[in-house]
T-cell receptor
Framework: NAGVTQTPKFQVLKTGQSMTLQCAQD?????MSWYRQDPGMGLRLIHY???????DQGEVPNGYNVSRSTTEDFPLRLLSAAPSQTSVYFC?????????????FGEGSWLTVV | QQPVQSPQAVILREGEDAVINCSSS?????VHWYRQKHGEAPVFLMI?????EQKGHEKISASFNEKKQQSSLYLTASQLSYSGTYFC??????????FGTGTRLTVIP
């Protein structure tokens, strides 16, 4: 049981490039989400999904796209990278079978846009 | 919808106690507490549901005052391993979790 797996762990992009951060979970969780973490800002919700085929925007969705074709996978796409997107990105999934909906995080992806 | 945490940072000597507070402007369904070590993912500590419950895990406990829309995390007899950044996450329903900006806790010998 691997939990939440993110790839790549580190990535450097040039301004204007596009890329996809991969996220997979093997816990059969319906809910998945992406957060970004910046110094002094805490964790901010980018996009989330409550199940396959359903996605919605969080607090800071601009510049990012998501899709959810399967329960297991929830990739995050940067359409045209900007230096403001330099951040640490965390994918998370949630066990809705438990009361309170505990969130489990992946190990993070460190992205630098130059 | 981001909750407010205080203090922003605290330094303790081993064995001392600390309290970290989390407050929201909205009615809360649940409060979640996480600890993050530098360069690692946040790790779940505990969750409190509305109803004013209090939870504890060894020397770390938390309370949730639903009426005041506040939660507090209590760390007693701190250990070096308690160092890290503590985040509270709040949910106004069975939906998304919004996090505070964190409290950096440093425990020194």
């Amino acid at each position: 049981n691997a939990g939440v797996t993110q790839t790549p762990k580190f990535q450097v992009l040039k301004t204007g490039q596009s890329m996809t951060l991969q996220c997979a979970q093997d816990m059969n969780h319906e809910y998945m989400s992406w957060y970004r973490q910046d110094p002094g800002m805490g964790l901010r919700l980018i996009h989330y999904s409550v199940g396959a085929g359903i996605t919605d925007q969080g607090e800071v969705p601009n510049g990012y796209n998501v899709s959810r074709s399967t329960t297991e996978d929830f990739p995050l796409r940067l359409l045209s990278a900007a230096p403001s997107q330099t951040s640490v990105y965390f994918c998370a999934s949630r066990d809705d079978r438990l009361s309170g909906n505990t969130i489990y995080f992946g190990e993070g992806s460190w992205l630098t846009v130059v | 919808q981001q909750p407010v945490q205080s203090p922003q940072a605290v330094i303790l000597r081993e064995g001392e106690d600390a309290v970290i507070n989390c407050s929201s402007s909205k009615a809360l369904y649940s409060v979640h507490w996480y600890r993050q070590k530098h360069g690692e993912a946040p790790v779940f500590l505990m969750i409190l549901l509305k109803g004013g419950e209090q939870k504890g895990h060894e020397k770390i406990s938390a309370s949730f005052n639903e009426k005041k829309q506040q939660s507090s995390l209590y760390l007693t007899a701190s250990q070096l391993s308690y160092s890290g950044t503590y985040f509270c996450g709040t949910a106004t329903g069975a939906n998304n979790l919004f996090f505070g900006t964190g409290t950096r806790l440093t425990v020194i010998p």
